[in-house]
């Protein structure tokens, strides 16, 4: 894990696609390969980089409806990914039940990482 310093730590801001309220982290791990977190106050909340992310797994998770997002092994699939991809996120930072109501939110065409 290489972590690296954001300048922009503690700024506030909004997720881009909820609007909920953000505030740029004090580091972030350069090599994970999901749910990275933000440098600037621009990016997602968890629970929309977590939409995000299915959506760009979209060919595997063919089938998924977002009530299957309640299913137990389907979060404990999700947290091993992000376990697997050194996450800068935690599993138990989302909430499933967010990312089910916000799903049909639009989504931005090129993804970034949550800030917090
Ligand atoms: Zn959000």
Known sequence: MKIEVIDLAGAEG???RCNVPLRV????NVEARMLRLAKTQKGYCIDCAVRAWFDC???TFRDLR???LRLPHVQQQTALVMKAAGADAR???ITWERVIANWDLPLRGAQRGPAR
């Open 91 to 93: 599993p138990e930072e």
């Open 25 to 28: 982290a004090g580091g972030r």
């Open 66 to 68: 977002p009530e299957d």
């Open 14 to 16: 909004a997720c881009e």
């Open 57 to 59: 797994m979209r060919d």
